[in-house]
């Protein structure tokens, strides 16, 4: 006999609603668990009563020496095989899956959940590189007073889809009873696209350069097309700053760092902010500016490139300074995120 009324409490004292907590011992005993009416009563009692706890843990039941055991064969079980499911370690144990459920996440407190996805394998000089620029940055631009945070320009490419899909999370609608679920496009690999580079900074200079369709960037011309745009609108609106106090970043991708960027760079006076390997949670176009230009795009069919261009840069023209302040904030705080988790990845 499963005790959930225990269960269910031992849920609620975990945060959860009764919502989440009726969906929680629905994927488990299925239509063995209680209705959501009684778990919702349950709920209601633990917020106003004392709990009534009338059935005793079976668990407790169980020889000391006896649980210790359970409990090391299931923590080696996991070890072993961390995507085991509750069913097979309880074969394994010729247990329940009740009680296997309950010394799990009761008394051993594990929680099943997804894997977090890195852009790559980190080593431990990469990583030392990801420190070294986030002491670096917090020393000449952690001061939430800093003045020369303003002095910091930002660039990126990235890729604008005639048709780009709505992710599957993006995608749920609600629909009737027993109604169908709506048919989705899915991209199409051969699908027209061009790509765009952006140059920013903290307080709200904006650069939009669209190439030709399906053409990538090169070292020739960035330098030649790109970068004297990016100087030009550094001129417009820092009238009063020379530009030997530009302070430029870019990721590793070849045409920024290839030489003769690196000499256009050093001919025009221009510190390079060196940016990590590896490191896309560092730059702010890929964890900030992007993905929230792009997500109004996602789902849309467009006429034509040019029209994508212009939404894009529409969107990128109603940015506030208040959207570009919080991107610089989030920057830092993401450098101070990396230093604590030793140069690891951060998730976002």
Not at 5 to 23: E, P, Q, R, V, W
Not at 35 to 41: D, E, F, G, V
Not at 155 to 167: F, H, K, S, V
Not at 252 to 281: G, W
Request: contains cysteine; hydrophobic residues 35%.
């Amino acid at each position: 006999m499963v005790d959930f009324y225990s269960i269910t409490l031992h849920l609620n004292k975990k945060g959860l609603n009764a919502t989440d907590a009726h969906a929680e011992l629905k994927n488990i005993w299925h239509s063995q668990a209680p209705p959501y009416s009684t778990i919702t009563r349950w709920f209601r009692q633990f917020a106003t009563e004392k709990p009534n706890l009338k059935v005793d843990n079976p668990i407790s039941k169980k020889p000391k020496k006896s649980i210790e055991l359970i409990r090391s064969q299931i923590e080696t079980l996991i070890s072993n095989n961390p995507h085991i499911s509750i069913r097979m370690i309880a074969q394994n144990l010729n247990l329940p899956a009740t009680t296997t459920w309950e010394i799990m996440t009761i008394q051993l407190g594990f929680t099943k959940i997804c894997s977090t996805w890195v852009p790559h394998r980190l080593t431990e000089q990469q990583k030392q590189a990801r420190i070294d620029f986030c002491q670096n940055f917090l020393l000449k631009y952690g001061d939430p007073g800093s003045k020369s945070i303003y002095n910091i320009v930002t660039c990126d490419e990235t890729w604008l889809y005639i048709y780009d899909p709505l992710d599957h999370q993006s995608s749920k609608v609600w629909v009737a009873k027993d109604q169908p679920p709506p048919a989705l496009v899915k991209k199409d690999p051969y699908a027209k696209k061009i790509m765009v580079l952006v140059f920013f900074n903290k307080g709200g200079m904006r650069v939009c350069i669209p190439l030709e369709e399906k053409q990538t960037l090169t070292a020739s011309y960035y330098t030649n097309h790109c970068l004297p745009k990016m100087i030009e609108a550094w001129k417009i609106t820092h009238q009063r700053t020379p530009l030997t106090k530009l302070v430029f970043h870019q990721d590793n991708a070849r045409p920024h760092v290839a030489i003769e960027t690196k000499d256009f760079l050093e001919a025009n006076n221009i510190e390079i902010l060196k940016h990590p390997p590896y490191s896309p949670d560092l730059s702010p176009c890929d964890f900030w500016l992007f993905s929230k230009l792009k997500k109004p795009l996602k789902g849309q069919f467009f006429n034509s490139l040019s029209e994508v261009v212009s939404a894009f840069e529409t969107s990128l023209n109603n940015l506030t300074p208040d959207d570009f302040h919080h991107c610089f904030k989030l920057w830092v705080d993401y450098c101070k995120r990396v230093l604590q988790n030793k140069g690891s990845y951060i998730p976002h």
